[in-house]
T-cell receptor, first 114, second 112 residues
Framework: DGGITQSPKYLFRKEGQNVTLSCEQNLNHDAMYWYRQDPGQGLRLIYYSQIVNDFQKGDIAEGYSVSREKKESFPLTVTSAQKNPTAFYLC?????????????FGPGTRLTVT | QKEVEQNSGPLSVPEGAIASLNCTYSDRGSQSFFWYRQYSGKSPELIMFIYSNGDKEDGRFTAQLNKASQYVSLLIRDSQPSDSATYLCAVDTGVSASKIIFGSGTRLSIRP
């Protein structure tokens, strides 16, 4: 089955700790994305990558970092510099980078930082 | 700043009726328009996309696009309780490839 996997589903961390969220896809998609969703809000773009070894900041990149060493993988690190990290994190991918390509989402990781 | 606006709802529709969800966008250069359904606690699921003015039908769903007025709508015919969810409208930025902007969503409730 092709799809996008994110792990873990729930993650709990203490304030001041860095944490890495996993995202893997076997759809052979070129582009991958990370979004953050807060309660009652839409999705806000953190980072995106159109090709291996290249990525761009989204609208709320501060306090986050990513890497794209393999086409299939796009991990997100939430650093201690992120002021309000508790949120629902969604990874997505799309077949290409044209403006007409729809994005498909993984199941999400719910991060709670206390 | 590019924006996508949706009425947050909740929109309450009786079972079997037509649910109409609306979305407006600010960037006249936008070319691609998407509707996602999101159940509580779950990730968004793509249900429709539309690129050309007019209507696009897929089963009980119809997407309508009017670029001159900068709005896109989603009609759900014969609404079912399983249609109760939040519906997110998403629009490409019109400038940068790959980036789309999401509205905050409309919560739809189908009452039996």
């Amino acid at each position: 089955d092709g799809g996008i996997t994110q792990s873990p589903k729930y993650l709990f961390r203490k304030e001041g700790q860095n944490v890495t969220l996993s995202c893997e896809q076997n759809l052979n998609h070129d582009a991958m994305y990370w979004y953050r969703q807060d309660p009652g809000q839409g999705l806000r773009l953190i980072y995106y990558s159109q090709i291996v070894n290249d990525f761009q900041k989204g609208d709320i990149a501060e306090g986050y970092s990513v890497s794209r060493e393999k086409k299939e993988s796009f991990p997100l690190t939430v650093t201690s510099a992120q002021k309000n990290p508790t949120a629902f994190y969604l990874c997505a991918s799309s077949i290409g980078t044209g403006i007409s390509y729809e994005q498909y989402f993984g199941p999400g990781t719910r991060l709670t930082v206390t | 700043q590019k924006e996508v606006e949706q009425n947050s709802g909740p929109l309450s529709v009786p079972e079997g009726a037509i649910a109409s969800l609306n979305c407006t966008y600010s960037d006249r250069g936008s070319q691609s328009f998407f509707w996602y359904r999101q159940y509580s606690g779950k990730s968004p699921e793509l249900i429709m996309f539309i690129y050309s003015n007019g209507d696009k039908e897929d089963g009980r769903f119809t997407a309508q696009l009017n670029k001159a007025s900068q709005y896109v709508s989603l009609l759900i015919r014969d609404s079912q309780p399983s249609d109760s969810a939040t519906y997110l409208c998403a629009v490409d930025t019109g400038v940068s490839a790959s980036k789309i902007i999401f509205g905050s969503g409309t919560r739809l409730s189908i009452r039996p």
